[in-house]
């Protein structure tokens, strides 16, 4: 069985090694490749292009990501009912001659924040970045008990774009728009979740300062490389509970790799290979 990532500058993701440490542990042969717009090969090809190549290969599918996902969402047959509420594809099966386009962004989020006991506290949360991610991230908070959900983005387009579509998905939510990540805003937040980049490797800093959240906040980043990102040891320097995106990666991949390969993920066993690799 064969599938890929798509997507630009990718070198580092750890989707591939997971699939391929997961496919080895139950016994199968799995070809899981990077199709990378940063490298040499793949600069000089469009997304279709590219989907093109994977099913023409017989890929079984793949998994989109930056700079993909909204883009992708054009080049289904079918789209599942998440992946279609979001706007977004991370995961795309190939079956008889069509593409339909999945979103595990949401159950990786849903799946991490259900088994963190620290998060039980919902009510009220705050999301930093309204993108790809930041959507899933909404949606999963929502239904999984939030009752009230501020969205900022440093484009305030973003973030009214999304309160407005996960409202029009779940109209019982009160999803709004916040304008600045002020003190006023923050203190009465149960938790709040950074799904910007900010905190990368490759884009060191914070996108919202602990030092304004109350002590019984809790604080969780979807950015996993690093694991410990500046904005979690701030939190931890206060004694706020926090939560790393480890988990939301690794669920993301154990439900792709159900989808692609037909055959159920031991998530525990690919947190193992996630820490190790
Ligand atoms: P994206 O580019 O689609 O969206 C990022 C959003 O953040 C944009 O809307 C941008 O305007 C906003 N933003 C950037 N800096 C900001 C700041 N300082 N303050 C406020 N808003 C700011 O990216 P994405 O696909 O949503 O991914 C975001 C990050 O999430 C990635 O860097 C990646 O590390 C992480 N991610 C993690 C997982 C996981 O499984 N743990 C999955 C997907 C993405």
Not at 128 to 143: Q, S
Not at 200 to 211: E, F, I, L, R, T
Request: aromatic share 8%.
């Amino acid at each position: 069985m064969k599938a890929a990532l798509i997507g630009y500058g990718i070198a580092k993701s750890l989707t591939p090694e997971m699939h391929l440490a997961e496919a080895q542990a139950q016994g199968f042969v799995y070809d899981y490749q990077r199709f990378d717009t940063a490298t040499a090969e793949f600069n000089s090809m469009t997304l279709p292009q590219i989907l093109d190549k994977a099913q023409s290969g017989g890929l079984a599918g793949v998994n989109v990501t930056y700079p993909f996902k909204r883009a992708a969402t054009e080049q289904m047959d079918e789209l599942s009912d998440t992946a279609r509420l979001l706007g977004a594809v991370n995961t795309v099966l190939f079956k008889d001659g069509q593409r339909i386009g999945h979103n595990t962004d949401y159950v990786g989020f849903r799946s991490a924040l259900r088994g963190a006991p620290a998060m039980t506290l919902i009510q009220n949360v705050s999301l930093v970045g309204a993108g790809g991610a930041g959507g899933a991230v909404a949606l999963a908070l929502i239904d999984q008990g939030c009752e009230n959900l501020f969205i900022f983005d440093q484009r305030p387009s973003a973030a009214q774009e999304l309160a407005e579509r996960i409202r029009c998905a779940r109209p019982r939510a009160m999803v709004r728009r916040i304008e600045a990540l002020s003190q006023s805003e923050l203190v009465g937040m149960n938790g709040v979740v950074n799904a910007t980049p900010m905190g990368m490797a490759s884009q060191p800093g914070m996108a919202v300062d602990p030092a304004m959240l109350n002590p019984a906040c809790w604080v969780a980043d979807i950015v996993y490389f690093p694991r410990q990102t500046a904005l979690l040891q701030a939190a931890q320097a206060r004694r706020l509970r926090t939560l790393d995106g480890s988990g939301m990666a690794v669920f993301q991949a154990a439900a792709a790799f159900h989808l692609i390969t037909g055959r159920v993920a031991l998530a525990r066993r690919m947190f193992n290979s996630f820490d190790w690799l």
